[in-house]
């Protein structure tokens, strides 16, 4: 009997802990939301849910030039974005997007402070089908994406690693 209640009483204190601590590991600052646990910074403002490019601009495409990206792609997109005061984002890679469709640990704790979202977003990750294909991550179907570089009706949700002292 003795045993039994020990047991339970730090059951219940690693669950509180646990609860505690993921609280503290994502904030919401303006139109970013900042993930301590993996030090990114995620975009999250309106232009998540209404902006919308190829990968690969579709001149490129047809001459079968994959890996250039010059033009308005996603990846310029990010390149080029001001947010919060910073200019250093860049396109998710698939391992980190994984985690708005919780494929990767506490996903849903990140989810819940997402106020912007849209059905496909792309990743910096070439799919394993070819250069013409990139892969994403479909939030309805909580499911892998895989896109060919000209498809213009993926979204891009910019993230960027945050420094020492943003903490």
Not at 35 to 51: F, G, P
Not at 86 to 113: A, H, M
Request: glycine content about 4%; hydrophobic content about 35%.
């Amino acid at each position: 009997m003795t045993r039994k209640i020990i047991f339970l009483s730090l059951v219940c204190l690693s669950t509180i802990s646990y609860s505690d601590n993921t609280n503290k590991l994502i904030e919401r600052k303006a139109d970013v939301i900042y993930d301590y646990k993996n030090k990114l910074a995620w975009q999250d403002n309106s232009d998540v849910s209404e902006n919308n490019r190829a990968y690969v601009i579709e001149e490129n495409y047809k001459k079968n030039k994959f890996l250039n990206y010059e033009g308005k792609t996603a990846i310029n997109y990010c390149k080029d974005l001001r947010l919060n005061g910073k200019d250093d984002w860049r396109l998710p890679t698939y391992k980190e997007l994984s985690v708005l469709i919780g494929k990767k640990g506490y996903g849903k704790d990140l989810v819940s402070n997402i106020k912007y979202t849209a059905d496909i977003f792309w990743s910096s990750t070439i799919s394993s089908f070819g250069d013409n294909v990139q892969m994403g991550i479909d939030t309805v179907n909580k499911a892998t994406s895989h896109s060919l570089k000209d498809f213009k009706f993926v979204n891009i949700r910019c993230i960027r690693n945050i420094l020492k002292g943003e903490e």
